[in-house]
């Protein structure tokens, strides 16, 4: 079965640097997302992103955050200069159509560490 | 906004014991209604989900029944095994697309 895919599944980072996660979809969805998780707490919408822009955004999601479709495969995720509370787990998802019974398929997830 | 609120855990239980784990939304409109599992250290797998009032949606002995006039759908499994042990996220989508998730119940099953 077609799976979504992310890497790294662990990401180290000192405060301040700018990190890349980076997401394939499953290739004939359209509808991309990212997700995080921080430790214990509630999986939380970051951005959804459709046609080659964003479709809707949380508060979350500031200007230090952005999000690519660099080439047909891949989706990323960048955060120009990491906090020591961006440290989460972050999940990609694809969804095969804009219907909202399509269920999201997720990644499983890179561990983001800011140091 | 939309929302949803599940039991809180952790929940332990002994293999073959009965699972209920509560779950209730508030959206407007007409939610679709998903349950995703996570097992230590992997992502969250769909598990089941319903599209409209009164569907039940099943899959590896779980099921899940879609309640309008309670706004609710509880995920239960009628006997546990220790390879139930996850953490389970109810969730829900509808007009804007996003999904909208619980906190999280975690579930450990012992032998």
């Known amino acids: 079965e077609p799976e979504v895919t992310q890497t790294p599944s662990h990401q180290v980072t000192q405060m301040g640097q700018e990190v890349i996660l980076r997401c394939v979809p499953i290739?004939?969805?359209?509808?991309f997302y990212w997700y995080r998780q921080i430790l214990g707490q509630k999986v939380e919408f970051l951005v959804s992103f459709y046609n080659n822009e964003i479709s809707e955004k949380s508060e979350i999601f500031d200007d230090q955050f952005s999000v690519e479709r660099p080439d047909g495969s891949n989706f990323t995720l960048k955060i120009r200069s990491t906090k020591l509370e961006d440290s989460a787990m972050y999940f990609c998802?694809?969804?095969?159509?804009?219907?909202?019974?399509?269920?999201?398929?997720f990644g499983n997830g890179t561990r983001l560490t800011v140091t | 906004g939309d929302s949803v609120t599940q039991m809180e855990g952790p929940v332990t239980l002994s293999e073959e014991a009965f699972l209920t784990i509560n779950c209730t939304y508030t959206?407007?409109?007409?939610?679709?209604l998903f349950w995703y599992v996570q097992y230590p250290g992997e992502g969250l797998q769909l598990l089941l989900k319903?599209?409209?009032?009164?569907d039940k949606g099943s899959n590896k002995g779980f099921e899940a029944t879609y309640r309008k006039e309670t706004t609710s759908f509880h995920l239960e499994k009628g006997s546990v095994q220790v390879s139930d042990s996850a953490v389970y996220f109810c969730?829900?989508?509808?007009?804007?697309?996003?999904?909208?998730f619980g906190a999280g119940t975690t579930v450990t099953v012992r032998a």
């Open positions: 959206a407007t409109g007409y939610p679709s």
């Open positions: 969730a829900l989508s509808s007009a804007d697309y996003k999904l909208s």
């Open positions: 290739s004939n969805h359209l509808y």
């Open positions: 319903a599209t409209k009032a009164d």
């Open positions: 998802a694809s969804r095969e159509t804009g219907n909202y019974n399509s269920p999201l398929h």
